[in-house]
């Protein structure tokens, strides 16, 4: 299997994202946001979209009807995870990186403070997926390592008096869960 990627469009002008899509070879572009247009930045509507990346060879398929986080009936992400459209979705971009090299896109520049990982990302790597997130620099940093910082700036799931020590899995859960209630106060 292909590592499957993750970007965010954020305010990028739409050569500069592409340039950054083919320098990582991306493929096949997944949009996952549950609208598919921006007004702040009309070169990443579907159909623009879809057409500026046929030129450079990158296909755009759309699966934010099953995997965006904002969906019309609303839910909590462990909600949205347990629908069985979602679990679908998975098995179609985990199908789909055997052959291609996908790249998961939301809005947000910053993976930590988007859906795509929260959310996607974080259920393909329970399902032993590889995920690379690109920044916005061209780094490319991977989940692992996405997770390991979350690990290491984070006090929840963090023993007390009280409590035990937990094994990562179980802190990582909570520091999700957590992370989900932060960004949906914002």
């Not at 990582?24 to 979209?49: C, H, I, K, M």
């Not at 459209?85 to 971009?93: G, I, T, V």
């Not at 929260?118 to 997770?147: F, K, N, Q, W, Y």
Request: proline share 5%; glycine share 6%.
């Amino acid at each position: 299997m292909k590592p499957i990627k993750t970007i965010g469009h954020s305010n990028h002008p739409i050569e500069r994202f592409v340039d950054l899509l083919t320098a990582a070879g991306v493929e096949v572009l997944v949009d996952v946001r549950s609208t598919p247009y921006s007004r702040r930045f009309p070169q990443f509507g579907r159909e623009r979209l879809a057409a500026r990346l046929a030129t450079a060879d990158i296909l755009y398929r759309y699966e934010g009807a099953a995997l965006g986080g904002k969906p019309q009936a609303g839910g909590s992400y462990e909600t949205l995870a347990a629908k069985p459209e979602f679990s679908e979705a998975l098995d179609r971009l985990v199908s789909g990186a055997a052959d291609s090299a996908l790249c998961l896109m939301c809005a947000e520049k910053e993976p930590l403070d988007c859906h795509r990982t929260v959310l996607v990302s974080r259920r393909l790597a329970e399902r032993g997926a590889p995920i690379e997130h690109l920044l916005a620099d061209g780094r490319i940093e991977t989940h692992a390592v996405i997770e390991e910082r979350l690990l290491a700036d984070s006090k929840d799931g963090l023993p007390d008096l009280f409590t035990t020590a937990q094994d990562r899995a179980t802190r990582l859960t909570q520091i999700w869960r957590a992370r989900e209630r932060a960004m949906k106060r914002t």
